[in-house]
């Protein structure tokens, strides 16, 4: 069952990213043409056109180039992953997955390519964004894939916790190194849109920050719940043999918390479109600019985060070693 759920869930991944992925690239084409409707820049010849558009000069390569082959990247990936409709092709699931998960990042990271020379202080956002969004891809994909295969435990043995509770261990520790280069990278960037903390609420796009940031404390709130609470208890019902509890806690209790994490996640995702511009624009406040007592700042701020989050998972493992009973979260 969860092979079967795992492979259909890719497959309309797959579906999905190749319908937003033309969309996207007609949103690109109706930005780039003077005017140009939303819905005429639907049209594959003037997706073409602009894909062969020679490149601007002192450009190495022509931007439209750079978005064919990440065109073409996606293309493949959604094909391969939508093979898995196929009951055929779900006996090589595995190697269908693992080939598919190097080009997914990839989509993105090609789009960000620079087509010109970069400074310094544009090489370090352009690196940081892209840490924004793989690492919050993994992180918001990870759960809707999860809490999906979580809603299979009506046809699962009761021994089935056990599996359950090593899925969800390993994938904290990966939801914890995503939440730490979120943050990091989300940080950077709020910087460099917003001038003043009062531009936070003044500021059109100051308020869809606040509202994000906001919405992303929810998310880390759910994870140090899971943390502290649930995953201690688990470790503990699986050490004391404890199968029903280590069931009810694996696939009733957490998922219930996942899913309110996937609901506080698409909701930043409908936030991001309003973070267009910047605040500092918007209160005509001057550009940001980077300096070393920044960057020291910056790497200070990483150091600590990364030791709150080791003191995180140590906290956890303590907590899981407290005497109790396992079944009093049943």
């Known amino acids: 069952m969860l092979r079967h759920r795992s492979a259909l869930f890719l497959a309309w991944a797959g579906a999905v990213l190749l319908v937003t992925g033309y969309l996207q690239l007609a949103a690109r084409v109706a930005r780039a043409g003077a005017g140009m409707p939303f819905g005429d820049a639907l049209a594959p010849g003037h997706i073409w056109r602009f894909l062969r558009a020679p490149a601007d000069k002192g450009a190495w390569i022509a931007q439209g180039t750079v978005f064919l082959v990440q065109n073409v990247v996606l293309l493949v990936t959604a ?6 409709f196929g009951r055929g092709a779900r006996r090589g699931l595995e190697r269908i997955a693992r080939a598919a998960l190097p080009l997914a990042p990839a989509v993105t990271l090609i789009a960000a390519v620079p087509v010109t020379g970069l400074s310094a202080d544009d090489a370090v956002d352009l690196v940081l964004t892209q840490v924004h969004i ?24 009761a021994d089935a916790g056990l599996i359950w509770a090593d899925m969800w261990r390993r994938f ?22 917003v001038g003043r903390i009062s531009q936070l609420w003044t500021t ?3 308020v869809a920050l606040l509202v994000k940031i906001l919405l992303v404390l929810g998310l880390v709130t759910a994870g140090a719940f899971n943390q502290f609470w649930l995953l201690p208890r688990m470790t503990r019902a699986r050490r004391a043999g404890e199968t029903a509890s ?3 806690l694996t696939l009733r209790h957490f998922p219930k918390v996942v899913w309110g994490e996937v609901v506080l996640g698409l909701a930043v995702l409908v936030v991001v479109p309003f973070l267009s511009g910047s605040a500092r624009t918007e209160a005509g406040s001057p550009p940001a600019q980077p300096s070393a007592a920044i960057f020291t700042a910056g790497a200070t701020l990483a150091l600590a985060l990364a030791a709150s989050l080791y003191a995180t998972a140590k906290t956890s493992d303590a907590l899981a070693r407290r005497p109790g009973a396992a079944a009093e979260a049943a």
């Open 79 to 84: 094909a391969a992953l939508m093979t898995l």
């Open 134 to 157: 793989v690492s919050g891809t993994v992180w918001l994909g990870g759960l809707v894939l999860l809490s999906v295969l979580a809603g299979a435990r009506g046809r699962l043995s």
């Open 172 to 193: 904290s520790l990966v939801a914890m190194v995503c939440v730490a280069a979120v943050v990091v990278s989300g940080l950077w960037m709020s910087w460099e849109h």
């Open 204 to 206: 059109g796009y100051g």
């Open 246 to 248: 280590l069931f009810q």
